[in-house]
T-cell receptor, first 115, second 111 residues
């Protein structure tokens, strides 16, 4: 079974640009979560989607958005990039349908550098 | 602020020794999970322990949970060079579809 696939793996943008990151979950997983990892703040929850619905959103500005498609693939978008958005963006999928959060399967991440 | 906090921040041990790291959290939880991350890569799930469990084993890993003290520990026995990584605890504190991660413990296993 293929794991969680994130593209692109590395990208460099300049301030003010926007970026779209993609995540393909493990086949059969309908829950997709996104996390931002930085040296200063650690792993911070961005959002979680299930069946195209956002069920929870972390404490990030409106520049951070996401969506999930009917095939469970997910994208996140960051507009008007700032230097502080430089981070490793991690996508994770889960089989859990509701209630408690179960085991998360993470992709390798997309490393974004903002210059 | 993060729900879980690991201690120590960094740990250096000799191959074959045991490594112990601790995690403290602030609110009631449904479950607590431990993940490993090799440098700059994705996280790998190690073990999940539910709030009504006190101890769990998986291979060379042993996890304990003390809900009265809001703390957990991860023990890696007979460490190997391949165990060199950062280890994170993550808590599921409510039915809100997210995990809250601690800052992690960086473990270095010397050959």
């Amino acid at each position: 079974k293929a794991g969680v696939t994130q593209t692109p793996r590395y990208l460099i943008k300049t301030r003010g640009q926007q970026v779209t990151l993609s995540c393909s979950p493990i086949s059969g997983h309908r829950s997709v979560s996104w996390y931002q990892q930085t040296p200063g703040q650690g792993l911070q929850f961005l959002f979680e989607y299930f069946s195209e619905t956002q069920r929870n959103k972390g404490n990030f500005p409106g520049r951070f958005s996401g969506r999930q498609f009917s095939n469970s693939r997910s994208e996140m978008n960051v507009s008007t990039l700032e230097l502080g958005d430089s981070a490793l963006y991690l996508c994770a999928s889960s089989f859990k349908l509701a209630g408690n959060t179960g085991e998360l399967f993470f992709g390798e991440g997309s490393r974004l550098t903002v210059l | 602020s993060q729900q879980g906090e690991e201690d120590p921040q960094a740990l250096s041990i000799q191959e074959g020794e045991n490594a112990t790291m601790n995690c403290s959290y602030k609110t009631s939880i449904n479950n607590l999970q431990w993940y490993r991350q090799n440098s700059g890569r994705g996280l790998v799930h190690l073990i999940l322990i539910r709030s009504n469990e006190r101890e769990k084993h998986s291979g060379r890993l042993r996890v304990t949970l003390d809900t009265s003290k809001k703390s957990s520990s991860l023990l890696i026995t007979a460490s190997r060079a391949a165990d060199t990584a950062s280890y994170f605890c993550a808590t599921d504190a409510s039915n809100d579809y997210k995990l809250s991660f601690g800052a992690g413990t960086t473990v270095t296993v010397r050959a």
